[in-house]
Structure formats: structure tokens, C-alpha cells
């Protein structure tokens, strides 16, 4: 099914398996399009903040899952004379615990015979998995990465996630140091501001 608010088209796809999982299309208003991808049903990291992380993990995603997720998209521009111009990985579950299907779909839709999707409009999210920055550093393809910090410090971060404790802040800052040597490439940071909790002036 799918519904559309504002400026974004969400659409829920039921597996083969009648697992449910959601993707979102973005339109922007210089007219290019992003597809929010999901890479895993549920998520296990338990994050307070994510809708996602209270329905616990049910399992990684395929490749071709994820490429579907982007092709209903492509489809439905294509009618309209648009194309998918970007991607994130900021959909449901931790793309890097899903590494490898999330690498073989990226490297489809990439790919020139494939929707040609550049690599430099496709970012991954992650909350800190160092083993899957690890791998990124190594990749060819210069895709973009995103850290979901969400707290400058680790006991503020590990109040509303847990995976902090698995992924420390002060390991997670020291391989994006040694990500950008490695790469040159930018790192994002994400921060999801919440009223009273992590928005103050000191935490700024």
C-alpha cells in the first residue's frame, strides 16, 4: 500500500514470507528524488527513539528485497518523466548488520546497466557498528557515510541507546578518524533533537 503526506510517498511492501517492511520516497523541492531504504525487518538494537526497534529483529533483508524497495519507486516516477536521484540507508533495522545484501543491492542499483544510481548519492546510516565502518573504509565505491550520534556524550547516548554499550562513543569516533583518513570522503552526522533530554545549549 501506499500513502503520501507532504512531500514524502511512504509505501509498506508485504514479503513473500508476509513480513511487512517500509521504504519512503523524499521529493524535493529543486525536484530531485530520494528513496529512504529499509535493510532488515525489525531491528535489534532497541533504540528508545525508533518505532522500528520495538518490534525487535526478524531478519536481514536480501538483496533483492532491497532493490524492489527502490525499483516500486523508479516505477512510479518513471511515469511522471522522474528518476530516482539518491539514496539512504535510513530505513528500518542497522544496514551494516546486514552488510553484505546491503553491498549487493547497492552495487545493482549502481551499476550502469541498473538504475545508475551514483555512488556518491547513496549514504549509509549507521549508530556506530565498527566492524561495518571498517568494511566501508575498504569499498571502491565512494558511498557516503552517516553516524546516528543523537548525544555528545556516552552517558547521555547510552540512556536511549543501548548498542552504545556494545559500540562505545570514543571507539565509534576513533575509526570515523581512521575512516577519513582512509577515505577523504565526508561522514554526516545525525542528531535527533528531543525536547528537554538532549537539546540544551551545553549540549550543543
Do not use: W
Request: charged share 25%.
Amino acid at each position: 500500500s501506499i500513502s503520501q503526506q507532504g512531500n514524502s510517498v511512504k509505501a509498506l511492501i508485504v514479503l513473500k514470507d508476509g513480513l511487512k517492511i517500509e521504504t519512503v520516497l523524499i521529493n524535493h523541492t529543486d525536484g530531485r528524488n530520494t528513496v529512504c531504504v529499509s535493510s532488515q525487518v525489525g531491528c535489534s538494537l532497541g533504540c528508545l527513539f525508533c518505532a522500528t526497534g520495538k518490534m525487535g529483529f526478524k531478519r536481514n533483508l536480501i538483496a533483492d528485497e532491497i532493490v524492489e524497495q527502490v525499483l516500486l519507486f523508479a516505477r512510479l516516477l518513471k511515469k511522471e518523466n522522474g528518476r530516482v536521484d539518491s539514496l539512504v540507508f535510513m530505513g528500518m533495522g542497522e544496514p551494516f548488520l546486514n552488510y553484505e545484501n546491503v553491498m549487493a543491492a547497492i552495487r545493482i542499483l549502481n551499476d550502469k546497466d541498473g538504475l545508475n544510481i551514483g555512488a556518491r548519492h547513496i549514504s549509509i546510516s549507521t549508530i556506530g557498528v565498527i566492524s561495518g565502518i571498517k568494511k566501508l573504509a575498504k569499498e571502491p565505491m565512494q558511498i557516503n557515510l552517516a553516524l546516528s550520534l543523537h548525544a555528545p556524550t556516552v552517558e547521555l547516548r547510552s540512556k536511549f541507546i543501548p548498542a552504545n554499550k556494545k559500540y562505545p562513543l570514543d571507539a565509534v569516533i576513533e575509526e570515523l578518524n581512521n575512516y577519513l583518513e582512509q577515505t577523504g570522503r565526508r561522514v554526516m552526522i545525525e542528531y535527533l533533537m528531543i525536547d528537554g533530554f538532549n537539546d540544551s545549549r551545553e549540549q550543543a
